[in-house]
């Protein structure tokens, strides 16, 4: 009945039913039209637009030449700014930094993430052939240089530089949210396994100034954990060692392990693998974090299912997990007293603490 032509029409114009129809129309178009307000974001980014309007209230033809647009060209953007509340009109061709402009602005990993979408909508732009296995060569794959390859310890610095900075913007808008979520005050040593170049472990140890850190990544990301150590003034209790999680034992003496979106980004054999080699890791008893946006997040499933589900395809690794399915994973893996952690922006992550068996 909803899909009749007949009833949709009628359904528009009945007093009681009119508001539902037009907030589904409306549900509907943005879907389709997501893909443009994307792009509208990008180029927002891209211009430094919001580095600009945070200067002040400006016209057009101010902004026009600080974007290098034609006049008519920064007045369509800015007009769609607008629509999208990325900007806000102050009086006749006069534009402001908006609120939810000035929090892209205030985070560099919104940012870099935007701008790193590029290569997403290229490996997307025919999403069939990619669910049928059927695209080729993808960005994303090239750009996760450790995915996809036999000896991933063997990538070179070079190859991991642009997605460590990546991992490190994008961690900085979770990393808080997990050690508010988990206190480390009762642990003395954190293993983070794929922790990049170390910013979950920054934030942790400045958090617990008596806590050590470890992290444990492929040997050219750890070898750029190690300057980040020495720059934030750690070395005296921050370590970076390099080798393959899934070949190498994990270093030993550490009271709780952390994986920081790492599951998520391997496919399930992996990603068991994982859990083990934690397990294996630490001492009975000791605590395994798990953090990462997951499947069916209450008010956010779009994020977990429909983002990460088709990033994590066109990358050709991993897929969101639903916590029941985190949950037959930690046991399988040696893990009991598992617990689902409240976080504060559940979009960004979830988490979850497990305990060693006995």
């Not at 114009?13 to 129309?25: D, E, G, K, M």
């Not at 000035?102 to 935007?114: D, E």
């Not at 750890?222 to 034992?249: K, M, N, Q, V, Y």
């Not at 088709?310 to 949950?327: D, H, I, Q, T, V």
Request: aromatic share 8%.
């Amino acid at each position: 009945m909803l899909s009749n032509p007949g009833f949709q029409r009628w359904a528009v114009a009945f007093p009681l039913t009119r508001w539902i129809a037009r907030r589904q129309s409306r549900e509907l178009f943005d879907i389709a039209a997501g893909f443009v307000y994307s792009q509208i974001l990008y180029a927002c980014v891209q211009l430094r637009l919001f580095e600009i309007l945070a200067e002040g209230v400006q016209s057009v033809e101010q902004l026009a030449g600080r974007l290098d647009l034609p006049p008519e060209g920064a007045r369509r953007l800015l007009r769609a700014a607008v629509s999208l509340r990325l900007a806000e009109a102050r009086g006749r061709d006069r534009f402001a930094l908006s609120q939810l402009g000035a929090a892209v602005l205030g985070n560099s990993g919104i940012t870099a993430m935007v701008s790193h979408h590029a290569m997403a909508y290229a490996d997307l732009r025919d999403p069939v052939a990619l669910l049928r296995g059927e695209v080729g060569e993808r960005e994303l794959l090239k750009y996760w240089a450790y995915v996809g390859t036999e000896h991933p310890a063997a990538v070179a610095e070079q190859a991991v530089g642009g997605y460590s900075e990546l991992m490190a913007d994008s961690q900085r808008l979770l990393a808080f949210d997990v050690v508010d979520a988990y206190s480390l005050a009762d642990h003395q040593c954190l293993l983070d396994v794929g922790g990049g170049d170390g910013t979950f472990l920054v934030t942790a140890a400045k958090r617990w100034p008596h806590l050590r850190v470890i992290l444990f990544d492929l040997p050219a990301v750890a070898e750029r954990a190690r300057a980040r150590f020495e720059r934030e003034g750690l070395s005296d209790r921050a370590t970076a060692i390099g080798g393959d999680a899934l070949r190498d034992p994990l270093p030993e003496g550490a009271d709780v392990v952390s994986l920081v979106r790492v599951l998520h980004d391997h496919d399930d054999d992996v990603a068991q693998d994982f859990l083990r080699s934690a397990c294996r890791a630490l001492p009975a008893g000791g605590r395994l974090l798990v953090a990462e946006p997951m499947s069916g997040t209450p008010g956010v499933e779009r994020i977990g299912d429909a983002y990460f589900g088709f990033y994590l395809l066109a990358m050709g690794s991993g897929r969101p997990r639903a916590p029941s399915e985190l949950k037959q994973m930690l046991r399988a893996a040696g893990f009991g007293g598992v617990r689902q952690l409240p976080t504060r922006l559940p979009l960004l992550t979830q988490v979850m603490v497990a305990r060693r068996s006995d």
